[in-house]
Nanobody, 128 residues
Framework: VQLVESGGGLVQAGGSLNLSCAATVNSNNLNCMGWFRQAPGKEREAVAS????????YYADSVKGRFTISRDDAENTLYLQMNNLKPDDTAMYYC???????????????????????WGQGTQVTVS
């Protein structure tokens, strides 16, 4: 399984970006999927997750109301729409699939504790 992210870039505070993550397999087989981020000097953290079985979504408090995770089943693509971006959102963003953890708890625990089958290569988001 390969996950290929795109859509990162440089944006001013208050702006928007839409990240994409294309999977090389049917994403319905990937259990939970999610977006994570890691800023320099900080631990990787989950920002949003989606349960592929029923489409339930979950968000970290820091992005709730600003970010939206979604899937296009036909294209096997995961998205992260990010609005009202803040400088604190600056980080490398990673797509993950096959997260073997209760979907509602993924955004509540350190990413290092999660059992994750597949990672993308990351896409940089910089908010000035």
């Amino acid at each position: 399984v390969q996950l290929v992210e795109s859509g990162g870039g440089l944006v001013q505070a208050g702006g928007s970006l839409n990240l994409s993550c294309a999977a090389t397999v049917n994403s319905n087989n990937l259990n939970c999927m999610g977006w994570f981020r890691q800023a320099p000097g900080k631990e990787r953290e989950a920002v949003a997750s989606i349960y592929t079985v029923d489409g339930s979504t979950y968000y970290a408090d820091s992005v709730k109301g600003r970010f939206t995770i979604s899937r296009d089943d036909a294209e096997n693509t995961l998205y992260l729409q990010m609005n009202n971006l803040k400088p604190d959102d600056t980080a490398m963003y990673y797509c993950a699939a096959g997260i073997n953890y209760p979907p509602e708890d993924i955004v509540l625990v350190p990413a290092s504790t999660l059992d994750i089958d597949h990672w993308g290569q990351g896409t940089q988001v910089t908010v000035s």
